[in-house]
């Protein structure tokens, strides 16, 4: 079993703020992303890549599809826009 792994690429303010179920009041832009990063991760998951390069491709695709759902995320949230605690 894989050991679980705290996911850091947001902090964790904006991800106690987002919530296990933060889709519930998300926008029909954020649902979307998350629905297709969803579902590249799970097409990935579900049709092993056959090769060292497919999986390359599947890498790039699942990253690229969470890449567009977290800057959208971090947009709506205004995350950039906080000042550091210093």
């Known amino acids: 079993m894989r050991a679980w792994q705290e996911d850091l690429r947001l902090p964790q303010a904006e991800r106690a ?30 049709i092993r890549p056959k090769d060292e390069g497919q999986r390359l491709v599947a890498r790039l695709q699942v990253g690229k599809a969470f890449d567009a759902f977290e800057a959208q995320v971090r947009r709506e949230m205004g995350t950039d826009k906080i000042e550091p605690k210093s």
């Not at 954020?30 to 579900?46: H, I, K, S």
């Open 17 to 46: 703020r987002l919530g296990a179920r933060g889709s519930i009041f998300a926008s029909r832009t954020v649902t979307r992303l998350f629905n297709q990063f969803q579902g590249q991760a799970l097409t990935t998951t579900l």
